[in-house]
């Protein structure tokens, strides 16, 4: 079974800048879409944004203009830019594909002064 790993979580103040990275097992990104979601404390894990195998790319709304989703397909790598971050970032974040298959551990993402 395919397995995701998440990284580059961290501690942010705001308004900063975080990029994460995911890696898959298999190289699943090369034939179905790479998603990310995250999940806040308290809340359903939701949907931000998605990338295709040819690199189309879709946000959520509320993550447009801050939020972008790009990918290595020679390292096998999915990012996450995310900048002008703010306290309702705070999150654990997640990659996985459409459907989605096992989930990873996530990364945690605080954003706070």
């Known amino acids: 079974q395919v397995q995701f790993v998440e990284s580059g979580g961290d501690l942010v103040q705001p308004g900063g800048s975080l990029r994460l990275s995911c890696t898959a097992s298999?190289?699943?990104?090369?034939?179905?879409?790479a998603v990310w979601y995250r999940q806040r404390p308290g809340k359903p894990r939701s949907y931000l944004a998605r990338?295709?195998?040819?690199?189309?790319?879709n946000y959520a709304g509320f993550v447009k203009g801050r939020f972008s989703v790009s990918k290595d397909k020679v390292k096998n790598l999915v990012y996450l830019q995310m900048n002008s971050l703010i306290p309702e970032d705070t999150a654990v974040y997640y990659c996985?594909?459409?459907?989605?298959?096992?989930w990873g551990q996530g990364t945690q993402v605080t954003v706070s002064s």
């Open positions: 996985n594909t459409d459907p989605p298959e096992n």
């Open positions: 298999e190289n699943i990104f090369s034939f179905r879409d």
């Open positions: 990338i295709s195998p040819s690199g189309t790319t």
